[in-house]
């Protein structure tokens, strides 16, 4: 059977570097300001003094200059190819109308067919969507395929539709919009990809995320998202040993099983390890879409209230069988009726193989993004990882936003970070890019700032677990991945910075503090306007990126 961790990398050439005259976010001092790499391994922390009296010629000194050092950051959740290609396909997030969008599709120069990302109806004056003639006609006669924001449906021309034999399958009308079994048949059609392309959209987005302090990445591949060879070119970055240096990828396959020698089979089958059986195995779809599945009706769309892709009996199969394989199993799940039946599924699981294996085993729910006090109890009680994005609630949690319009008064309890917390539920969280962007302190700020104040958590919570919680989430093989004390990995990230304070998330106190004797390491200020500018990014001691001015 394949085994759940992956290979050990390959180890850097030895190479000793000092940095000296910064911050360094670490439990082992909080007031630090300098660090020692040896090879793959922190060495030392401590202060400036005594980086004096252990630098000598034999190692690479790197003047700080104020700058931060802090754990690497680990993207919980995210897709490398779809991020590639919404990278290099036209930019669709600022388009606000159905005209605007036209455009966008008229100007392309691509060869082959127009492929966009990004657009979202509930940011127009008038939702109102182009005809899948008028995409036809804008591009040309090439074949469009223009994901929405959530990538759980898409705008696609009338040409596509015919060549991808969408007529017929669930989620298409005569309309552009397609959803559901339609969406993903459309979406497939235009991914199949030679190699080079594969891997070029791929390196895209490690070196995307390497650029913003990055150093690992869980991958959520799926049959019906890229399929085997996304999967096997994803995780060939990890393992193949004379790769260049990237972010770690921690690939998952989100591929149903239906007994312990059905999992046995698939792991077997994919030829290359995995983390688990989990990611976005999509027990329901999304709120933009409105096919995430609701126990009541959409605020705006009388009579709809999602789609429901698997019964708690096929889950409950699913964990069941996991379980007794000691591997993570897990859902893709946004509503409340989808939370519900995955909740159903591990009370039939668990029933069937017993609570402690259920927990032992570290399932994990992606999203969840409508969880009730009950639902946040019952989680708990599994030992049930959730994998958030906290910048959904940034992008759509505004008053009048989208969550609003799909779901009125609904929407003030959505992502319950602080309850989470509060019960004990392991959270952890990453961007699902290419839904937002990897831009990792944006999603930090988003925890501190949510729209619903009593589910707002403080700037360390929220840092942690962008960092450490993901290496834990994930099973990781070192116990240490994700902090800065002697032995660990040299895997972090160095930052510019305008200040350093300690936030808290509660608004009837001072938000900000840099007095040093709350003996807790510092973050960068996050209500500048700015975010901290990446100047290095390091796994297990190699570079994987250098801004010019971190050595000038």
Known sequence: MTSTPSPEPSRPERKVVLYRNGSVYTAADPFA??????????????????????????????????ALIAPGFVDSHMHLTETGIALGSLQLGDVRSAGQLLQAVASSKADGPVLGHGWDESTWADPALPTPEELQRAAGGRDVYLSRVDVHSALVSSSLAASAGLAGLDGFSTGSQVKRAAHTAARQATRQLPAESLRAYQEQALREAAENGYVALAEMAAPHIGGAADLHMAASWTTDRDEQAVPEVLPYWGELATSEEHARGVLDSLRVPVRGLAGDLNIDGSIGSRTAALRSDYADAHGERGSLYLSADQAAAHLAACSLLGIQGGF???????????????????????????????????????????????????????????GFDGAWGAAGGLYEQRLGSRSRTMNSFASFYSAGVPICFGSDSPVTALRPWSSV????????????????????????????????RNPMAGQLVPGAPASFAVWEVEELMVQVADGRVQSWSTDPRARTPLLPALDTGRDPVCLQTVRDGRELYASPALRS
Request: with cysteine.
């Open 445 to 476: 700020r988003a925890c501190l700032e949510h729209h619903n104040q009593d589910e707002r958590i403080s700037a360390r919570a929220a840092f942690l677990g962008h960092t450490r919680a993901g290496w834990r989430a994930a099973k990781y």
């Open 332 to 390: 893709h799940v946004i509503g409340d009726a989808g939370l519900d039946a995955a909740l159903a599924a591990f009370d039939l699981a668990a029933a069937e193989v017993g609570e402690q294996r259920i927990r032992a085993a570290g399932h994990r729910l992606e999203h969840v993004e409508m969880a009730d006090s009950d639902a946040v109890s019952r989680l708990a009680h599994y030992s049930v990882t959730v994998s958030a994005q906290p």
């Open 33 to 66: 300001t300098a660090m020692l790499v040896d090879g793959d391994t922190v060495a030392w922390v401590g202060s400036e003094q005594a980086a004096s009296s252990i630098a000598d010629s034999s190692m690479e000194i790197i003047d700080l200059r104020g």
